[in-house]
C-alpha cells in the first residue's frame, strides 16, 4: 500500500494565481483531512470529509475549498493564491470509527505564494 | 474548546531520556496521541492511550496520562540520534468526526 499520496511536492505561485493540491489514499479509510502547519503553530485544520460526499469546514477555512471526488481523493483548491497562504500542507486520512482516530498523513506538499 | 499546549525545545544527549509534556483541555478526550514528524515528512503516530489508562509502555516509549491535571508525557529511554524530531500530542475531539487538536509541537534535538 502506498498510504497517502500528495501531488505536488513543492510549489511557488504568484499572488492571485490558482491551483489545486491532490491527495488519495489507497487503505479504504472514510475520513480524510486537510491541515496547514506554519512555524511555531502546530497544525491547523483546514477542511475534513467524514465520509465520501461530505465535507466540513476546519479551523481556518477561508481562502480554500475541497472537494471529495471519491472514497479515494480528496482535493485543496487555492482559488486566489496569497503569501498568507505559503505553508506546508498535509492530508491524512483515518480509521473507520469505533477505536483510536489514528490519522496517517502524507509527505506534505510545500507551497510558497510571491 | 479544545486547546492543547506543549513546551517548544528539548536538547538530550544520545543514551539518556527524554520527556516530552503536553496539556489538555478536553476532558472528554477518549484517546491522547504522540505523533513524530522527522525533517522534510509528514507526521508518523508514535503510540496513543485511553483515557481511562493512567500509562502505556510500548518499547522504548513510556506515556503517563495524569486526567485530573489534564496532563500528557512521553518518555523515550535510551535516546537515539534518530529520535531528532518534532513532536506532537494531540487529542480527540468529542463529536468531532474523527477530528483531532493538535498541540503546537516539541523539537527534540538528539545530541551525539
Redesign the interface.
Known sequence: NAG?TQTPKFQVLKTGQSMTLQCAQDMNHN?M?WYRQDP????R?IY?S?SEGTT?K?EVPNGYNVSRLNKREFSLRLESAAPSQTSVY?C?S?TP?GG?????????TRLTVL | GED?EQS?FLSVREGDSSVINCTYTDSSST?L?WYKQEP??????LT?I?SNMDMKQDQRLTVLLNKKDKHLSLRIADTQTGDSAIY?CAE?IRYG????A????NQVVVIP
Not at chain 1, 511555531?40 to 497544525?43: A, N, R, T, Y
Not at chain 2, 522534510?40 to 503516530?45: C, D, F, P, R
Not at chain 2, 468526526?97 to 483531532?100: P, V
Not at chain 2, 493538535?102 to 509541537?105: I, P, V
Request: zero cysteines.
Open positions: 497517502v475520513s483531512y511555531g503553530m502546530g497544525l485544520l475534513y467524514a466540513d476546519g498535509f491524512a483515518s470509527g483510536a482516530d489514528t490519522q496517517y498523513f502524507g509527505p506534505g | 492543547v517548544l484517546y496521541y522534510g515528512a509528514g507526521l508518523q503516530l496513543y485511553f506532537f480527540s468526526n474523527n477530528r483531532l493538535f498541540g503546537k509541537g
